[in-house]
């Protein structure tokens, strides 16, 4: 699972030390050696788990699709972005870590106002 992309649909396999990788930042942080780049690269596809290869210099449309099972993996990389956010489920679902601001009125037991009875007393 790759960090630094969100949405990786495929694993690619180093040239220089036969490693699978999902992206080159997780390359540059697990070797020593720089990324050695090659027109013709190997995929392994996430979502049918089957190796591939294209060539980068005659890289087509059609290329974005795996050969075995036709998903998109060039796709707009969704990479993590900081934030605070509240851990807990849906408020619409669950309210208990919602705070109740509202003040509660006093009890009234009687039809009376008894706390008004004294002045309006003689």
């Known amino acids: 699972m790759c960090k630094h992309i969100l949405n990786a649909q495929v694993s690619i396999r180093s040239p220089c030390c036969r490693k699978w990788f999902d992206c080159a930042e997780c390359h540059a942080e697990q070797e020593s050696h720089p990324l050695l780049q090659k027109t013709e690269m190997t995929f392994a596809c996430k979502k049918c ?54 003040i509660r009125g006093e009890e009234q037991r009687t039809i009376f106002d008894v706390k008004e009875a004294p002045n309006k007393l003689g």
Not at 75 to 88: F, Q, R, S
């Open 49 to 102: 788990k089957k190796a591939f290869r294209k060539d980068a210099e005659e890289f087509e449309e059609s290329d974005e699709y795996c050969p075995h099972c036709d998903n998109h993996f060039v796709l707009e990389a969704i990479t993590p972005k900081p934030m605070l956010k509240v851990e807990g489920e849906d408020a619409r679902v669950d309210s208990r870590m919602l705070k109740d601001d509202r």
